[in-house]
């Protein structure tokens, strides 16, 4: 591999790295959004005296919405990290087909790209985020089928 094929390869690695860091900090301070926001709403919901029910729609509105943008997030850093895999063997390759091409839904861009999934249920049902989401989201649904059954 000569130079100039090595420094393209270094400085598209690299930009894509940043776009994987940047996909990962985004997820960890939604996480940390997403909890201060549920303590405090929770907080004055209740001290206020708020009927359950409003709680209730409130966590599960707030949850459902945060939930899908952490998956999203999970979803592009994993589409970066397939897009790195297969920058690094083409580019040894001498390939230079998509040349800083940032595109994280380009298909051409991922090694064995018929065997990945990238629904984002998958990443929304992952072990990562169904325990702080799904824990949450199945309380106030119980919370709102007791209400609705209850009447």
Same mark, same amino acid.
């Given at each position: 591999?000569? =130079?100039?094929v ?14 994987i ?13 997403y909890i201060?926001?549920?303590? &405090?709403?929770?907080? /004055? ?7 359950l029910?409003?709680?209730a729609?409130? &966590? ?20 970066y ?11 040894? $390759?001498d $390939?230079?087909? =998509?040349?800083?091409? &940032? $595109? @994280?839904?380009n ?9 990945? $999934? ?10 990562? /985020?169904? @325990? /702080? ?19």
């Amino acid at each position: 591999m000569n =130079n100039q094929v090595n420094e393209i390869l270094h400085k598209e690695i690299d930009i894509i790295q940043e776009c994987i860091k940047r996909m990962a900090d985004c997820s960890f301070k939604l996480k940390g959004w997403y909890i201060s926001l549920v303590t &405090l709403a929770l907080t /004055l919901l209740i001290g206020q005296g708020c009927k359950l029910s409003i709680v209730a729609l409130f &966590l599960f509105v707030v949850t459902t919405v945060f939930w899908g943008m952490d998956g999203f997030f999970l979803k592009t850093e994993t589409l970066y990290r397939w897009k790195y895999e297969w920058v690094i063997d083409a580019r040894q $390759n001498d $390939n230079m087909e =998509n040349l800083y091409d &940032l $595109n @994280p839904y380009n298909k051409k861009m991922w090694k064995d790209a018929d065997k990945k $999934n990238s629904c984002i249920m998958k990443y929304m049902l992952s072990k990562t /985020l169904c @325990p /702080l989401y799904g824990t949450v989201w199945m309380i106030a649904v119980g919370i709102i089928m007791y209400i609705v059954f209850q009447y």
